[in-house]
């Protein structure tokens, strides 16, 4: 199971830190996506558990970090400096063992055979 959490409601410059619970997905890719109000659902990043890259879509470079502790079986999205084009739905989802994030072709939505349930983020301005 995929368990994602820590979303909220953070004002403008804020920052929040997303949990994602991925217990049975050690040996696969973890990637956050987000989804707005009337819109697709959009890759955000994703780290791989074979060989340590990381991805990340344009809008969040810079501000976000995607780490993952292994101890514990969980992947974290660090959130800092939101905006308000920022809120949506996150979600948690497991690509297949072995794949790697190091281009946006590692974000495609079909790709991931698990999700885990949304958590919300809210930004107000």
């Known amino acids: 199971q995929l368990q994602a959490s820590g979303g909220g409601l953070v004002q403008a410059g804020g920052s929040l830190r997303l949990s994602c619970a991925a217990s049975?997905?050690?040996?696969?890719?973890i990637g956050w996506f987000r989804q707005a109000p009337g819109k697709e659902r959009e890759g955000v990043s994703c780290i791989s558990s074979s060989d340590g890259s990381t991805y990340y879509e344009d809008s969040v470079k810079g501000r976000f970090t995607i780490s993952s502790d292994n101890a514990k079986n969980t992947v974290y999205l660090q959130m800092n400096s939101l905006k308000p084009e920022d809120t949506a739905v996150y979600y948690c989802?497991?690509?297949?063992?072995?794949?790697?994030?190091?281009?946006?072709?590692?974000?495609?939505?079909?790709?991931?055979?698990?999700w885990g349930q949304g958590t919300l983020v809210t930004v107000s301005s």
């Open positions: 049975r997905f050690a040996d696969y890719a």
């Open positions: 989802a497991a690509d297949r063992p072995g794949s790697i994030c190091t281009t946006a072709q590692a974000m495609g939505v079909p790709d991931y055979d698990y």
